[in-house]
């Protein structure tokens, strides 16, 4: 799934440069991969300890100190910190799908739309179980949902921002 949605990306848009958000980032293989095919850096946002020491690892093993920041705090915690590193061109989501259907993703990102922590712009990639409808966000228009297995993967753009 990871190979089909950087060959969508590379169909819309260049990685060449960008800066990228990577909430709910697990191990990190979503901002890694982005640093790979060309973006200038990365945030991982996890809360999870052992996810955590993941990311340190991949990034410390992959030797990208200089180009990733690593926060160890909840998504729903995070708009004041990620505030002074934004705007990010691209913002991917990967998070438990329970806090998807909860409504709780959702309101999250929204809260860091209404902070202008994603650019312009700006593209989210968020990932959700196939039966969940792709959930509103405020702030952000959904452009298009492709499902790959069990998973969907839903693109959005920014709404008309004032």
Known sequence: MREA???????????????????????????LEAISRGAT?????????????????????LRLETQVRVLAV??????SVLSAGAPFDIVFADPPYAL????????????LVRERVLARDGL?????GKGEDSPIIAGLSLSK??????????????????
């Open 5 to 31: 949605l950087f060959d969508i990306l590379a169909a819309q848009l260049t990685l060449e440069g960008a800066k990228v958000l990577d909430l709910y980032a697990g191990t990190g293989a979503l901002g």
């Open 41 to 61: 850096s990365a945030t991982l946002v996890e809360s999870s300890r052992s996810a955590l020491a993941a990311i340190r690892a991949n990034v410390e093993a």
């Open 74 to 79: 909840a998504v729903e915690r995070s708009g």
């Open 100 to 111: 998807v259907a909860s409504g709780a993703v959702a309101r999250a990102i929204g809260d």
């Open 124 to 128: 989210l990639v968020l990932e959700h």
């Open 145 to 162: 949902a492709r499902r790959y297995g069990d998973t969907m993967l839903a693109f959005y753009g920014s709404a008309n921002l004032t």
